[in-house]
């Protein structure tokens, strides 16, 4: 499954990357997801455990850049997907900044 997933990857020519946070109910036990996605496929890439974390634009960015890395796709990452909170708009403007080829939005944003 592992090599199916990498040369896929390997062959896309773009992707978008989603991401966004899951808790439990009672509010412990915080999760980061990471997905990438490309014309017919998308793939379930990484989660980080981040229950004792404060989560911040700039943790999320160093988080991005870590699965980005671990996987080989920061070359074909055109676009990023979150939801729409405050700590995610924050993340669109450090995203852009430092990756003005990508761009940031959360979900349901139109242009």
């Not at 991401?19 to 439990?24: E, I, L, N, V």
């Not at 980080?48 to 990452?77: F, W």
Request: glycine share 8%.
């Amino acid at each position: 499954m592992h090599a199916t997933v990498t040369s896929k990857l390997k062959a896309a020519t773009f992707l978008t990357l989603c991401f966004d946070g899951w808790s439990r109910a009672q509010g412990s036990d915080h999760l980061l997801g990471f997905t990438a996605a490309t014309c017919g496929m998308a793939v379930f890439l990484d989660f980080k455990n981040t229950t004792d974390r404060k989560i911040t634009s700039a943790y999320m960015l160093e988080q991005m850049d870590l699965v980005m890395q671990k996987h080989g796709i920061l070359d074909k990452v055109a676009g990023i997907v979150t939801d729409t909170p405050c700590s995610m708009q924050g993340l669109w403007r450090a995203i852009e900044e430092k990756y003005p080829q990508i761009v940031a939005m959360g979900a349901g944003r139109t242009f």
